[in-house]
């Protein structure tokens, strides 16, 4: 089963910027999309932004032109890059492929202060 490890999350004031790490134990070019989800308190786990083998990247609306996704493929990581952070994003952030997803790892937790 795939291991991920998710970190780089913290508190951050409103306009801060944090940058996730999501260190993934397998070749991750055997992964052709992979993604960053988040859950805040009593909602769904919604994704964030997704990334191909081709660098090809897609955000949900709410981030775009904020959040940068990028892979190091030697390095089996991707990032997400968050800048002008709001308190709406406020969670915890998760890296995966799309379903069928591997199992959760234990996300990182960023909070955004007002």
């Not at 960053?36 to 609306?61: C, E």
């Amino acid at each position: 089963q795939v291991q991920l490890v998710e970190s780089g999350g913290g508190l951050v004031q409103t306009g801060g910027s944090l940058r996730l790490s999501c260190e993934v134990f397998i070749n991750i070019n055997s992964i052709f999309t992979i993604g960053w989800y988040r859950q805040a308190p009593g909602k769904q786990r919604v994704v964030v932004a997704t990334i191909t083998r081709g660098l090809s990247t897609n955000y949900a609306d709410s981030v775009k032109g904020r959040f940068t996704i990028s892979r190091d493929n030697a390095k089996n990581t991707v990032y997400l890059q968050m800048n002008s952070l709001k308190p709406e994003d406020t969670a915890v952030y998760y890296c995966n492929k799309p379903f069928p997803f591997y199992d959760w790892g234990q996300g990182t937790q960023v909070t955004v202060s007002s």
